[in-house]
T-cell receptor, first 117, second 117 residues
Framework: AQSVAQPEDQVNVAEGNPLTVKCTYS??????LFWYVQYPNRGLQFLLK????DNLVKGSYGFEAEFNKSQTSFHLKKPSALVSDSALYFC???????????????WGLGTSLAVNP | DADVTQTPRNRITKTGKRIMLECSQT?????MYWYRQDPGLGLRLIYY???????NKGEISDGYSVSRQAQAKFSLSLESAIPNQTALYFC????????????????FGNGTRLTVT
């Protein structure tokens, strides 16, 4: 079955330290992978995506993510965390096997990132 | 101004009442979606529409209905609200066309917080 796992409900990191928010997935075909961020009282905002090509993708606000096909992972990273990065982060994957409407977007449950001053 | 606008931002209603949540967008996107967000359950798709005359059920459509009045407007109705429909509701859009809309990120509104008492 198609699924996305964000194994950590919460991640705590000190400001200035590197951060990682983990995402693993299970799909039968090639995946399109996305990261979104949700700040308090706001809708989700797109951060970055992996479709094809270079396994390391760069996105907004200094975030990047690495696609690892063998480990079926797409972890979100940032070299130096800011307090303003504190938010809820969602990983999503679209399984590109199957026809049209079967290519639904599957969401992880989210990881709350707290960056401490 | 927001590209995807949801009204109202907050709504408290009583069990059994019919209510409508509205979404309008200025992005010119063909595809529109309604999601609900619950703590610990992530995002779940209620309905989606790829065009004015196209309506599709998502994974949790029971108890909800939608109307796509125009390309820019997509309304969600709760015919008879119940307490377990208390949630944060999001409208989202993305474009149809080339390259595939499957790799186009979703654009979210800021949500409607609905409380059913």
């Amino acid at each position: 079955a198609q699924s996305v796992a964000q194994p950590e409900d919460q991640v705590n990191v000190a400001e200035g330290n590197p951060l990682t928010v983990k995402c693993t997935y299970s799909v039968s075909g090639n995946p399109y992978l996305f990261w979104y961020v949700q700040y308090p009282n706001r809708g989700l905002q797109f951060l970055l995506k992996y479709i094809t090509g270079d396994n390391l993708v760069k996105g907004s606000y200094g975030f990047e993510a690495e696609f690892n096909k063998s480990q079926t992972s797409f972890h979100l990273k940032k070299p130096s965390a800011l307090v303003s990065d504190s938010a809820l982060y969602f990983c999503a994957v679209r399984d590109m096997s199957g026809a049209g409407n079967n290519r639904k977007l599957i969401w992880g449950l989210g990881t709350s990132l707290a960056v401490n001053p | 101004d927001a590209d995807v606008t949801q009204t109202p931002r907050n709504r408290i209603t009583k069990t059994g009442k019919r209510i409508m949540l509205e979404c309008s967008q200025t992005k010119g996107h063909d595809r529109m979606y309604w999601y609900r967000q619950d703590p610990g359950l992530g995002l779940r798709l209620i309905y989606y529409s790829f065009d004015v005359k196209d309506i599709n059920k998502g994974e949790i459509s029971d108890g909800y209905s939608v109307s796509r009045q125009a390309q820019a407007k997509f309304s969600l109705s709760l015919e008879s609200a119940i307490p377990n429909q208390t949630a944060l509701y999001f409208c989202a859009t993305n474009p149809l066309g080339r390259p595939s809309s499957y790799n186009s990120p979703l654009h979210f509104g800021n949500g409607t917080r609905l409380t059913v008492t």
